[in-house]
């Protein structure tokens, strides 16, 4: 079955510093990938999503990547601030069922 | 407009007891979705929604869990029987097409309710 398969948490950064959280898939066919965010006490927001390989998503000065030769869609920003501080989802949608990674929580200092 | 909603935002219940959780869909979105999200996890799938029918239940752990939909808006998750290994989050989400074979569709999340069994 499809699965996703995020690096483990808590990444802990400085302001301004790159970030990068990695993700893999499995899956058959050709998934759509989206990363999610969840601040605290808020639901899950889309950030960014991809449909087909070599697609690019963006949003909010982060970027991923749908990488088909390596099942990838690693989330990068150049710059983090103390307010991109939350979980981080990264998921595959194969079908009508999303699959969800266990998330990955990013926290930034002053 | 107003978001995804959920309530109650937090239910304690003792084991044994009946829950029923109310998610409120963005309005026009047709397409409803219950997950359990256990802490430090990500959201696992229980059962969808287009407009009133239910297309998929097969993430529902057992027969102690239900959903409806009656009139393609709001939508009720029950728990009969509560086990304490229900404890977890359980969010809705919605979305605006019919997803038969959607796979690029967009989904928004509600806050969540926050269950837990004594």
């Known amino acids: 079955g499809d699965s996703v398969t995020q690096m483990e948490g808590p990444v802990t950064l400085s302001e301004e510093a790159f970030l990068t959280i990695n993700c893999t898939y499995t899956?058959?066919?050709?998934?759509?990938l989206f990363w999610y965010v969840q601040y605290p006490g808020e639901g899950l927001q889309l950030l960014l999503k991809a449909t087909k390989a070599d697609d690019k998503g963006s949003n909010k000065g982060f970027e991923a990547t749908y990488r088909k030769e390596t099942t990838s869609f690693h989330l990068e920003k150049g710059s983090v601030q103390v307010s991109d501080s939350a979980v981080y989802f990264c998921a595959l949608k194969g079908s009508y069922i999303p699959t969800f990674g266990r998330g990955t929580s990013l926290i930034v200092h002053p | 407009g107003a978001g995804v909603s959920q309530s109650p935002r937090y239910k304690v219940t003792k084991r044994g007891q009946d829950v029923a959780l109310r998610c409120d869909p963005i309005?026009?979105?047709?397409?409803l979705y219950w997950y359990r999200q256990a802490l430090g996890q990500g959201p696992e799938f229980l059962t969808y929604f287009n407009y009133e029918a239910q297309q998929d239940k097969s993430g529902l752990p057992n027969d102690r869990f239900s959903a409806e939909r009656p009139e393609g808006s709001i939508s009720t998750l029950t728990i009969q029987r509560t086990e304490q290994r229900d404890s977890a989050m359980y969010r809705c989400?919605?979305?605006?097409?019919?997803?038969?074979?959607?796979?690029?569709?967009?989904?928004?999340f509600g806050p969540g309710t926050r269950l837990t069994v004594l």
């Open positions: 899956a058959t066919g050709y998934p759509s």
């Open positions: 309005s026009g979105h047709v397409s």
């Open positions: 989400a919605s979305s605006t097409r019919v997803i038969y074979a959607e796979v690029t569709d967009t989904q928004y």
